[in-house]
């Protein structure tokens, strides 16, 4: 996990800095549910797009990799408009 | 002789290794991490929420919206704010309660959440028809809110909600607390007006178009009303909250794939797995930075 993480320090960068932007968006719109769940919508999107653009860069990506994001984001946002909207 | 074709022997541990942990039984990746599971599972979710969204808006009233908001402690709690910022406590003013409630079924009558409702009515309209003559006015609005702290701290963190609860220039306070359905949802309406009476021989009323209203008349009664009354689509309060439900559902969901997301990424660590899927301990910053954001959000809607 640690060489991972070194070998690919630009990608989870990235992933830091998506997931930074997300929390202080989340919290600039509290009290404002709709806001809040486009908030995660965009996270998720972003998620996804991360995911497919790490495993392009480690020349391992598949259907089933895309799949898998793609579900994970789709459970976010449906946990999101379950309990904000 | 009958030879099971399942890939486990069917014993609760092999059942538990096989959704739980990397196995040969599932191709060393859990279960429960499986594109198809993953597939059901936000079925089943989504279907637990149509399903929850139905039954609070029938009339067996077993899940619904609950609420401990009542307009005593809004006030109270209200003038707590202003007590610590040195100022003045609000006079709770009968007429300023009765446009507050008439604000409140008014919205739900036409279906509208805004100051202003479609056909132009304005907050003051309902302050200067209970005869209170008024120098300044402003509302609050809120709905949604399980409890009255969060309310008022949502109120507080805003600025033009906060200006209007510690304004020096009110002196009166009337708050309506009102149960009803709204744009199709079941919810609490707080409609919080302040305002402050026009003197005998002054100029006329100066409005503060801000996102409150309150006022105090001349011919003021004195004696106090607070109530808390029922909108135009009443409901009794149901026997389950609906949103603690769905918390507690989607709570045990995440907590349940994080768990397995660990057991995953630890054994296949741990046994030196060639896998092609996802990285776990992405997702895994992933779901839970959804969970600290879904966990800190509260419920609720100002306006």
Same mark, same amino acid.
């Given at each position: 996990m640690i060489k991972d993480l070194q070998q690919n320090k630009f990608d989870y960068s990235f992933l830091a800095l998506i997931a930074t932007v997300f929390l202080i968006a989340f919290f600039h719109f509290a009290y404002q549910p709709f806001k809040m769940f486009f908030s995660v919508v965009i996270f998720?999107?972003?998620?996804?797009?991360?995911?497919?653009?790490?495993?392009?860069?480690?020349?391992?990506l598949s259907l089933k990799i895309?799949?898998?994001?793609?579900l994970l984001a789709?459970?976010?946002?449906?946990l999101a408009s379950t309990l904000l909207i | 002789m009958f030879l099971s074709s399942s890939p486990y022997n069917g014993s609760m541990w092999s059942k538990l290794r096989h959704w739980?942990?990397?196995?040969? +039984?599932?191709?060393?990746? #859990? &279960?429960?991490?499986?594109?198809?599971?993953?597939?059901?599972?936000?079925?089943?979710?989504?279907?637990?929420?149509?399903?929850?969204?139905y039954l609070a808006r029938s009339p067996l009233h077993i899940l619904g919206f609950q609420s401990s908001i009542t307009p005593e402690q809004v006030i109270q709690q209200t003038n707590a704010q202003r007590l610590a910022l040195g100022l003045p406590?609000?006079?709770?003013?009968?007429?300023? +309660?009765?446009?507050?409630? #008439? &604000?409140a079924n008014y919205m739900f009558q036409h279906d509208f959440w805004a100051h202003v409702a479609p056909d132009g009515t304005t907050p003051w309209h309902f302050i200067t028809q209970t005869g209170y003559q008024y120098l300044y006015a402003g509302e609050n609005l809120a709905k949604g809110f399980r409890n009255t702290p969060n309310m008022i701290q949502a109120w507080m963190n805003s600025p033009t909600h906060r200006a209007n609860i510690v304004s020096p220039k009110y002196t009166d306070i009337g708050v309506a607390v009102v149960p009803g359905t709204l744009q199709g949802k079941e919810t609490v309406l707080v409609v919080q007006m302040f305002a402050t009476p026009q003197k005998p021989s002054t100029s006329p009323p100066e409005i503060q178009p801000t996102s409150s209203a309150t006022i105090s008349s001349q011919s003021q009664t004195q004696t106090p009303l607070i109530a808390q009354v029922q909108g135009a689509n009443y409901h009794p309060q149901p026997l389950i909250d609906e949103y603690n439900l769905s918390r507690f559902v989607s709570f045990s969901l995440i907590f349940l794939l994080l768990l397995v997301l660990v057991l995953d990424l630890v054994i296949a660590e741990s046994k030196n797995l060639s896998r092609r899927v996802g990285k776990n301990w992405a997702h895994i910053i992933?779901?839970?930075?959804?969970?600290i954001a879904l966990t800190i959000a509260h419920a609720g809607n100002i306006l």
């Open positions: 998720s999107v972003s998620y996804v797009l991360w995911g497919i653009f790490h495993h392009l860069r480690l020349k391992k895309v799949l898998e994001y793609f789709l459970l976010a946002i449906v | 739980l942990t990397p196995h040969y +039984t599932n191709n060393y990746r #859990a &279960k429960l991490l499986h594109n198809l599971t993953l597939f059901f599972i936000i079925i089943a979710l989504g279907s637990f929420h149509f399903l929850s969204q406590e609000l006079k709770i003013s009968a007429k300023l +309660t009765q446009a507050a409630q #008439a &604000k992933f779901i839970n930075l959804i969970l």
